[in-house]
């Protein structure tokens, strides 16, 4: 099949971007249209920087080649967004940028349990694979669980002098540099961690730590959206934030809260996307077998509803659970089905933090002041 330009243009005619009134061709979003046989090459300027709006484009200008001109066209679609448009909408950077650290990376559930910490270790494990240098904090001050999921649970962080400074050494394990406030806590006695004594815990792990250079650093966040997450939000320059959710409804609705807390005006954290842990079952005697026990692509439709993007599926498998068990992230297992999915899980995140990047400048720690911040959060 040989596509033609203008069938292509014809289609394209009949789309807008989000908030503007001419159809995408007229209003000059479309810069380039090429073709090849049956493959499609779309540049797009938009002068808008909001993720979702380009994310739309995006789907929309796939979706109508495919409706209006041929349905398995190839098409790719190149988002450019111009500079000075961006710029003007975004608020001045003000926050302080950890030395050292490009990308603060935030994983988050509204739900407990819903598999935050195994995606977290997983997604760590993956990025170190492909050959990042990672960093994990773990700020579940509720169930820090990094420690027992990447098999350092007897270890402590040592002191390292850092120019004059004496700092916390992480520990490290698969490759990734891990500080945990499990390390300073006993395994079998309850912590009951007031708000401001948690946030400067987690202000020593964060800036008094000898990190070194890290492409990411992955911060594992209690669940739900209280005090806790205002604190490391308030700290941390943070790049952006993945909502970990089972696809069941009553996981959705705190995901959907999740996202929205990190949406907040007052926070304005870009939430890269939404991973579907527990997507389905699979008995490991039979891989070809989905059995879907909490309900079919529920945080894939809440991805598509609240325009985020979908960052992919994880099946509710024995071995993942017994690898975060043993010590051992399931990821680190090669040649195996699992491992492809923590690789396209993980791609996929590394391909929205380049996204992000390319059309926002870093985010600053925000600033809260007033009770106002909070209550806004705890809608
Ligand atoms: N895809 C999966 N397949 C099998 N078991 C899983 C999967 N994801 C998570 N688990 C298991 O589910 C349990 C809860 O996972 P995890 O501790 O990662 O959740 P969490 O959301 O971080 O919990 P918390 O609310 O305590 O922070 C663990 O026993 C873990 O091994």
Redesign the pocket.
């Given at each position: 099949m040989k596509l033609e330009k203008e069938a292509i243009l014809k289609a394209l005619k009949t789309i807008t971007v989000a908030g503007e009134g001419k159809n995408m061709v007229e209003s000059g979003a479309i810069t380039n249209v090429i073709t090849f046989g049956d493959e499609v090459v779309v540049d797009m300027t938009l002068a808008t920087p909001a993720l979702h709006i380009r994310k739309r484009a995006e789907v929309d200008v796939m979706k109508v080649i495919h409706e209006k001109v041929y349905e398995k066209a190839k098409v790719k679609v190149n988002v450019k967004v111009e500079a000075a448009a961006a710029k003007a909408e975004v608020p001045k950077i003000k926050g302080n940028p950890i030395p050292g650290i490009k990308n603060i990376v935030a994983v988050a559930?509204g739900?407990?349990?819903?598999?935050?910490?195994?995606?977290?270790?997983n997604l760590a494990v993956t990025l170190a694979k492909m050959g990042f240098k990672v960093g994990l904090l773990d700020a579940?001050i509720?169930?820090p669980?990094a420690p027992i999921?990447f098999d350092v649970e007897r270890e402590r962080p040592l002191s390292v002098k850092v120019g004059n400074a004496s700092k916390m050494k992480p520990v490290e394990s698969y490759g990734v540099k891990i500080l945990s406030i499990g390390f300073f806590t006993q395994p079998d006695q309850a912590v009951v961690w007031r708000g401001p004594m948690a946030a400067k815990a987690l202000n020593q792990m964060i800036f008094d730590a000898a990190w070194g250079e890290l492409d990411f650093l992955l911060v594992?966040l209690?669940?739900g959206t209280g005090d806790i997450h205002l604190s490391i939000m308030q700290s941390l320059p943070i790049t952006g934030a993945v909502v970990?959710s089972t696809p069941q409804n009553v996981a959705l609705a705190d995901a959907r809260k999740g996202v929205a807390m990190f949406q907040q005006e007052s926070i304005s954290v870009p939430v890269l996307g939404i991973i579907q842990?527990?997507a389905y079952f699979t008995p490991e005697e039979l891989p070809e077998n989905k059995y879907y026990l909490f309900g079919k692509d529920g945080a894939k439709n809440l991805a598509e509803d609240l325009n985020v993007p979908f960052l992919g599926d994880?099946?509710?498998?024995?071995?993942?659970?017994?690898?975060?068990?043993v010590g051992r992230p399931a990821a680190l297992q090669t040649a195996t089905p699992l491992e492809k999915a923590f690789e396209e899980m993980t791609r996929n995140v590394v391909q929205e933090v380049v996204n992000r990047n390319e059309s926002l400048p870093p985010t600053e720690a925000i600033k809260i002041t007033t009770m106002a911040g909070c209550s806004a959060v705890k809608k």
């Open positions: 559930s739900k407990g349990g819903v598999g935050k910490s195994t995606v977290t270790a579940d509720y169930g669980s999921m594992d209690p669940p970990v842990n527990m994880l099946p509710l498998v024995q071995s993942i659970r017994e690898a975060g068990d």
